[in-house]
């Protein structure tokens, strides 16, 4: 069989509940906010390793990484759960070739679940010990983590790259035409990809400490000191660190294979461009630079690079026939409507909540007390859930009711 057929046999043949593009839309929105915490937990992770050992005696270096150790144990926490809604949105569209692809690499789709709770165990004993006069063998822990947070993500990385070269899936599973069911090899890894992504942990650090100095600035209990230092430090950061990310984009750019005509596709230039001109606004020592502005600036590299992913996958895709666009639908309103009303609003306001929340708080020294609005927001927050909790358990009563009638 011909493996564009195989592709579209390995569809479900339910088919799905609304408009591909929808689910493609919302895969590349929802997938900017996991990377999002990505580059902020392994940029973090790493300054934090790096302040330990680097500069032993200093106060603000000290502070600086129990500070980072924190950001990046909370991060951790957000990627995590922040992957999970692009990783269905794949399963939807592109369920024939996820599957394929983890199933070829199967101890390590199944050991990346493993090797994330060592790593982040590890990274909670580091959290623990790391205060003033830690001991200084604890930063092992740290260093141990890190490099299985970077091995998730190089499994990731093979596991999205694997899922677009259906031409080689045979090759892996019967080399040499005998059936190989091991599931234990990382059969391809393209280097410039994965560099490219994980390098954007360094500017995102140092965009994360200028907006942490903005953030902090009216706190009287905060040294002015040590955010001005703070400031310098992801001013600097951040300038190499888009440089260095924009030298492996033009990397990546140059690997795609040349029938994909990809190194030409002017989106993926414009990317370069945008790094640069990002690098450009963090290079002048002197200019006051709004730190909130330049997470927005993040964001919108971070969605580029989503969007880029999803046009290397399409072109990728394409010479097999596969365009998600004549995925065959089954409409389910209610499911839809459900997901919706659940995304817009226990997403959306409990979400909103918690953020307005820690944003609020974090602002005041010592106890802070939510009034007006905030207090608003959060009983809002409580009726929401509680609503949907009835819907929820309404609806499938309803279902299992009908069901059972038939
Ligand atoms: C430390 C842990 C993790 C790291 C460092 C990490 C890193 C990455 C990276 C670098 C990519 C892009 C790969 C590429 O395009 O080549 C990626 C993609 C992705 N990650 Fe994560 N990730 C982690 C954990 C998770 C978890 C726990 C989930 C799910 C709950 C998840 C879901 C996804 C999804 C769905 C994609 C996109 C797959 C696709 O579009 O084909 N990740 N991740």
Avoid at 201 to 207: D, K, R, T, Y
Wanted: glycine share 10%.
């Amino acid at each position: 069989m011909e493996m564009s057929s195989v592709l579209h046999v390995l569809r479900d043949p339910a088919g799905i509940p609304a408009v591909p593009a929808l689910f493609q839309l919302l895969m590349v929105l929802t997938w900017v906010f996991h990377i999002a915490f990505v580059t902020l937990a392994l940029g973090t992770a790493a300054l934090s390793i790096y302040a330990f050992y680097g500069h032993p005696g200093s106060e603000d270096w000290q502070r600086l990484s129990m500070a980072m150790t924190k950001v990046a144990k909370v991060s951790v926490s957000l990627l995590i759960v922040l992957g999970v809604a692009p990783l269905l949105f794949t399963q939807v569209i592109y369920d024939p070739q996820w599957y394929a692809s983890n199933v070829l690499s199967a101890r390590w789709a199944i050991g990346f679940i493993a090797s994330l709770i060592v790593a982040y165990c590890l990274w909670f004993a580091f959290y623990w010990g790391n205060h003033e006069g830690a001991k200084r063998y604890i930063g092992l822990y740290a260093i141990v983590g890190l490099v299985l947070f970077l091995m998730d993500g190089l499994i990731m990385h093979v596991l999205s790259y694997q899922a677009i070269l259906p031409q080689r899936w045979m090759d892996w599973y019967a080399p040499g035409g005998v059936i190989d069911m091991n599931g234990g090899a990382l059969h391809a890894i393209e280097w410039p990809r994965y560099l490219f992504i994980i390098s954007l942990s360094i500017p995102a650090v140092g965009v994360f400490l200028i907006a942490y100095s903005d953030y902090f600035s009216v706190r009287e209990d905060k040294s002015k000191d040590y955010l001005q230092f703070a400031r310098n430090l992801g001013r600097k950061i951040g300038f190499w660190g888009f440089l260095i990310a924009t030298g492996l984009l033009i990397w990546w750019q140059f690997d795609h294979p040349a029938d994909t005509h990809l190194v030409w596709q002017p989106f993926g230039w414009l990317m370069v461009m945008a790094l640069l001109l990002m690098a450009n606004i963090l290079r002048d020592e002197k200019s006051s630079l709004s730190g909130y502005k330049l997470v927005a600036g993040g964001m919108g590299i971070l969605t580029m690079v989503a969007i880029w992913r999803e046009v290397v996958r399409v072109t990728y895709l394409k010479p097999f026939g596969y365009v998600v666009s004549d995925y065959k639908v089954n409409v389910d309103w209610p499911s839809t409507f459900l997901f919706f009303s659940t995304f817009i609003g226990v997403g959306g306001l409990v979400g909103g909540f918690y953020l307005t929340l820690l944003y609020q708080s974090g602002r005041v020294a010592g106890r802070y007390e939510a009034k007006g609005f905030v207090a608003k927001l959060g009983t809002g927050a409580v009726a929401i859930v509680a609503l949907w909790i009835a819907v929820f358990l309404a609806y499938g009563t309803t279902i299992y009711i009908r069901n059972a009638l038939i």
